[in-house]
């Protein structure tokens, strides 16, 4: 799975068990060079983050409804009405979005459920 900023692709990772949710990128000294989905998540802390990301905040249709660019560590953005998902980008993606705009995701192959499942022949 990918994200799809102008003619830029970058690789999209959902969390959505419990401790992934949890630790993010508390931690991470890398710079980051993905995105970070958090589904049905209204509010954003940056607590522990050892580097400076850009979030961006969308409904269920992926619509962007608040970008936030630069965050450092130790900020939060407090819940937001009809926000549903929480995206973290590499520093500087949100120059090239704009408010009220649809973030393309892309599926691959490994991603599509396989809806064509063998017949057994009698």
């Known amino acids: 799975m990918y994200l799809q900023v ?6 999209l990772i959902e969390l959505t068990k ?3 949710r949890f630790k993010g990128l508390k931690f991470v000294f890398e710079p980051l060079n993905y995105a970070i989905r958090f ?3 209204k509010f954003v802390t940056t607590n522990f983050l050892c580097q ?6 969308t409904d269920k249709e992926d619509n962007i409804l608040y970008m936030y660019e630069n965050m450092k560590t ?4 407090f819940p937001k009405r009809k926000v549903y998902n929480v995206y973290f980008l590499p520093l500087n993606t949100v120059k090239n979005l704009t ?5 393309k995701v ?3 192959k490994k991603d599509k ?4 499942k063998k017949k057994d022949e009698k």
Not at 99 to 103: R, Y
Not at 113 to 116: M, S
């Open 39 to 41: 589904p049905k998540k």
């Open 113 to 116: 459920p396989e809806n064509n």
């Open 52 to 57: 400076k990301i850009d979030i961006v905040l």
């Open 99 to 103: 408010k009220n705009t649809k973030l």
């Open 74 to 77: 130790e900020k939060y953005i």
């Open 6 to 11: 102008k003619r830029k692709k970058i690789k």
């Open 18 to 20: 419990f401790w992934d």
């Open 106 to 108: 892309v599926l691959t």
